[in-house]
């Protein structure tokens, strides 16, 4: 791999005007003042430990300082002294380097590990710069959860993981380990789980034939089925992989010595495919099969079945020390239950009201196993809604069921915080994805006086599109650090700019580290462009010795396309698409850039009079439907006046909006627009389309420009949203910053468009 060097040392820790002094370390510790000075770290490093039990500390050293070799003793005599100290918050630490040597204090193993990860980012050319941090967690459960079913990733690509996750302070591993396309642990009772559980026929196998038609057609070798889990079984080829109890002590081990509690998921009663392929009588009907929505389940009605789950939870909390093991009981197929005459005998002989009962029912028996083997319960928040008892943990993933939060804390439930709109990194990334997550507050709504029943946060990764562990980074870096400052950094402390400064240099280490990650965005042009005679393309780049790839003809860039290094001057319509690449070969995303040769336009008026009003009309209409151009012809709620194209708290429900009226154009020039918006919008400027992001999409940033005269040009804008959509528009400045439209961008004429009922 090529070696990368940056600078990630005091020379980048700066001082932002009337704040303490930032660093240049994710998660924002929350408080670091710099001294000056360095110390140097020589080949071995003296550290006294003078608990013992911080003694497996030495592992974590190598995985997150491995700059030096560190050689404990239990002392309180080194050049580094680490030691644990009362009065310190629960996971939290504190540290100071001076040119003599390291005393870093802390409230347990946890905060131990913590400032380790702390040290290792701060390490740059064999030193450290001399400062005190004090710094605490925000949240308890810092938790991450990876998908191992659907697609395998080995013990080695798990640790990595791990370290990787200790070094951004997440504490919590929830190992997602057996769904209906792969049971992934060994069950020394029911052997023909792994035997048989583990492992497909990638060509038949429908996540698998996506992946590879991805592969194909996007020259995207993350997305290349992973060959070291494709073994020959019975003369076939056979794609899969589980870990043997051996492999599951190591990594438990391991994830203990980096701080890491893991949380084991085996996921009952609904998917579970794997288990019906194997022992088809623990079913309803004995065949593995799909129902309407999910997969066919467990048979709750049958004993046999509670036998097999207290028989493989059993090994699972003789594997798994933590005190918190997930049973999923999410997504359940009920019915089936209905038409099985076990199901039915059980709802009658328990006196359950219904199917809903009866899943109720069942995780209820779990959680008494559980409690009576000293184990907590955790499933995913459709628990709630069956009446699970109240020692039941709760992880909130429904995005679009936010009640079932206060519920579940009403209830007397412990809450983990998930949610599938948030804190899901496999969904398709974009400029403004990494943002969403860091803006938001995981407690602010529906949450607020309810914190202290919040262990934490969670982010999650589902692996149906996911073969490779690089295609996993892809999608979890960088938004895993904005996952970490979430659940760490106190919210007061955002600094949007600043994180966004820190993500490239964590990129660039991930990069030394051989790890994949999503490039960030190429930038420099819209997704629709205009010029009068000739234009001069340069494309900026996030980094500056990365490699673009580009073509002119329309097809996607390949690894075999011209290389871009300098900027291009066009003169006809051309439709460029551009390619970044990580100096591993991995490719990003691809960007497509039109380029449309025009005139400028003439503006309707040359200057205001007092026919016009500030701002824009904005109509509101009860839209159900699913294009722009149609909104008009549904009914009309009112109007209204807005300075800009947004969302009004009073508007809400089935949204269509018009907005009509004149943009203020203060010179000739090439203008650059753009939206942000769930669902459809455009902007039309003298009738003209300029930003299309019509059509149901979820959150989504379109841009377009026009050459415009200096004059008022009539200027519409339209949107739509079926369920809490999001919606912004303005400028882009040419210096690339978004600016939202705003008071004195617009005027309109009274009675241009409807005028009553007013809102
Ligand atoms: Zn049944």
Redesign the pocket.
């Known amino acids: 791999m090529k070696h990368i060097t940056f600078i990630f040392t005091v020379a980048a820790l700066i001082c932002s005007c009337g704040r303490n002094i930032v660093s240049d370390i994710i998660p924002e510790p929350s408080e670091i003042h710099m001294a000056g000075g360095y110390f140097h770290l020589p080949d071995t490093l003296e550290t006294g430990c003078p608990d013992s039990s911080f003694l497996s500390l030495d592992k974590a050293f190598k995985a997150l300082v491995p700059d030096t070799e560190f050689r404990l003793n239990v002392s309180d005599k080194g050049s580094l002294t680490i030691m644990k100290q009362d009065g310190i918050a629960e996971g939290g630490y504190r540290m100071k380097v001076s040119r003599r040597g390291i005393l870093i204090e802390a409230a347990d193993y946890g905060g131990a590990v913590s400032a380790t990860a702390t040290l290792g980012q701060m390490v740059s050319d064999g030193r450290i710069p001399c400062c005190t941090i004090q710094d605490s967690p925000r949240f308890g459960w810092r938790g991450f959860m990876l998908d191992v079913s659907r697609h395998f990733f080995s013990k080695e690509e798990v640790m990595d993981l791990l370290e990787t996750m200790a070094s951004y302070k997440f504490n919590r591993f929830h190992w997602h380990l057996t769904d209906d396309q792969g049971w992934r642990i060994e069950i020394r009772k029911y052997p023909e789980l792994t035997d048989n559980g583990a492992w497909r026929d990638p060509l038949a196998h429908n996540h698998d034939i996506i992946c590879a038609r991805i592969a194909e057609s996007m020259e995207d070798p993350s997305y290349v089925l992973d060959h070291s889990k494709i073994v020959i079984r019975d003369g076939k080829e056979v794609y899969g992989g589980f870990y043997s109890q051996e492999d599951i002590r190591e990594i438990v081990a391991y994830a203990g010595a980096l701080g890491i509690e893991v949380v084991p998921e085996i996921d009952m009663p609904g998917h579970s495919l794997k288990v019906v392929e194997s022992y088809p009588e623990l ?2 009907g004995g065949v593995a099969r799909w129902g309407k929505d999910f997969s066919v389940p467990l ?4 004993d046999g079945l509670l036998q097999f789950a207290k028989d493989v939870y059993s090994e699972i909390f003789s594997l798994f020390p933590f005190g918190y093991v997930h049973i999923g009981a999410d997504e359940v197929e009920q019915t ?2 209905k038409t ?1 005459p ?2 039915q005998a059980r709802i009658k002989s328990e006196g359950l009201a219904d199917e809903n009962g009866l899943q109720a029912w069942f995780v209820k028996e779990m959680q008494g196993f559980f409690a009576a083997n000293g184990k907590k319960l955790i499933g995913w928040d459709e628990i709630v809604s069956g009446g699970a008892p109240s020692e039941a943990t709760v992880m909130w993933w429904r995005g679009w069921r936010p009640d079932t939060r206060a519920t579940a804390v009403e209830n007397g439930h412990e809450l983990i915080v998930s949610s599938s709109e948030f804190l899901y990194l496999g969904g398709e990334q974009d400029r403004n994805s990494l943002m969403k997550v860091y803006n938001w507050d995981p407690v602010a709504d529906g949450l607020a006086g309810l914190e202290d029943k919040v262990l934490g946060i969670q982010a999650h990764l589902w692996a149906e599109t996911v073969p490779t562990f690089a295609n996993a980074c892809n999608r979890i870096f960088p938004r895993l650090f904005a996952v970490s400052e979430l659940a760490w950094s106190d919210p007061a402390q955002k600094d949007a700019g600043h994180f966004n400064r820190r993500v490239l240099l964590h990129l660039r280490k991930l990069e030394e580290k051989g790890m994949n990650y999503r490039i960030p965005d190429l930038s420099g042009f819209c997704d629709v462009n205009v010029f009068a005679d000739s234009v001069r393309i340069d494309v900026e780049k996030p980094f500056e010795d990365m490699t673009v790839r580009y073509t002119a003809d329309g097809t996607i860039p390949r690894s075999s396309s011209p290389i871009y290094d300098s900027p291009l001057t066009i003169s006809s319509n051309t439709t460029l698409h551009f390619r970044p690449y990580t100096s591993d070969g991995m490719p990003g995303d691809i960007f497509r850039a039109e380029y449309r040769k025009t005139s400028y336009m003439e503006p309707c008026m040359e200057t205001d009079t007092d026919a016009l009003k500030s701002g824009l009309k904005a109509d509101w209409y009860e839209f159900r439907g699913e294009a722009c151009d149609s909104i008009t012809h549904v009914p009309f709620n009112g109007s209204y006046v807005t300075e800009g194209v947004y969302i009004p708290e009073e508007v809400k429900g089935n949204i269509g909006l018009v907005f009509t009226g004149y943009i203020n154009i203060p010179e000739d020039g090439i203008y650059s627009f753009y939206t942000y918006s769930d669902d459809g919008s455009y902007i039309r400027i003298n009738g003209e389309m300029i930003v299309d992001s019509d059509g149901p999409h979820s959150r989504m940033e379109r841009s377009g420009q026009a050459a415009l005269k200096k004059g008022l040009h009539a200027f519409e804008a339209r949107y739509f949203d079926h369920s809490g959509g999001i919606l912004e528009a303005g400028f882009i400045m040419p210096d690339g910053r978004r600016r939202l439209f705003e008071a004195g961008d617009f005027l309109h004429t009274e009675g241009q468009s409807k005028t009553s009922p007013e809102i």
């Open positions: 079913s309803c048979c709750p009605g049958n089936h239950w099985c076990k199901c």
